[in-house]
């Protein structure tokens, strides 16, 4: 299985600071790659999907980038309402579809 | 509005046998395919199982493979997870989730159902 690993595990960040997760696969998975948010107890958010595009209704704050092995999720002007885990998702082959271990955006 | 309502969950022991449900609404739910993720306690998320919509074609994880069987009953908008054999590591609250068109990833997800095997 392709393997997808997150960087960092958790991130101390103040409100209206600009942050960057990292995503890194195994293998070349082209911009097959997910994003999503989870807060404590609620079921995970699409956020978005090949790689950048946003699915509709999230805020433009949210970015996405990157292609083959290495990605990235920006959120620019960090919200109180942005803090939660977030999760890469690789999508290059249906039946083995894996997610990184996430990360967790933190009040600093 | 898509809704998801997951329930079915509980205490199970090893060895086991249990049947999720997840009841679909707000969307015409034959046309899309619809998969299981779970999430252990404290843990990060699993892909588990998925079925298309029309042709009935299943996937499962390596993990849940011969002892999960997934299903729906599109006159229901219902989708299952019927799971055997149940291990401690099985333990997870697991979401139902619905896919796009064309898109191998989850647009919408249940509240989840926590299914714990202990003995």
């Known amino acids: 299985d392709i393997q997808m690993t997150q960087s960092p595990s958790t991130l101390s960040a103040s409100v209206g600071d600009r942050v960057t997760i990292t995503c890194r696969a195994s293998q070349s998975i082209s911009r097959w790659l997910a994003w999503y948010q989870q807060k404590p107890g609620k079921a995970p958010k699409l956020l978005i999907y090949r790689a950048s595009t946003l699915e509709s209704g999230v805020p433009s704050r949210f970015s996405g980038s990157g292609s083959g092995t290495e990605f990235t999720l920006t959120i620019s002007d960090l919200q109180p309402d942005d803090f939660a885990t977030y999760y890469c998702?690789?999508?290059?082959?249906?039946?083995?579809?894996?997610f990184g271990q996430g990360t967790k955006v933190e009040i600093k | 509005e898509v809704q998801l309502l997951e329930s079915g969950g509980g205490l199970v022991q090893p060895g086991g046998s249990l049947r999720l449900s997840c009841a679909a609404s707000g969307f015409d739910f034959s046309t899309y395919a619809m998969s299981w993720v779970r999430q252990s306690p404290g843990k990060g998320l699993e892909w588990v199982s998925s079925?298309?919509?029309?042709?009935?074609?299943?996937s499962y994880a390596d993990s849940v493979k011969g002892r999960f069987t997934i299903s729906r009953d599109n006159s229901k908008s219902t989708l299952y997870l019927h799971m055997s054999n149940l291990r401690a590591e099985d333990t997870a609250v697991y979401y139902c989730?619905?896919?796009?068109?064309?898109?191998?990833?989850?647009?919408?997800w249940g509240q989840g159902t926590l299914v714990t095997v202990s003995s």
């Open positions: 989730a619905k896919e796009p068109l064309g898109r191998w990833i989850f647009d919408y």
């Open positions: 079925l298309s919509g029309r042709d009935n074609s299943a």
């Open positions: 998702q690789q999508y290059d082959t249906y039946s083995r579809r894996t």
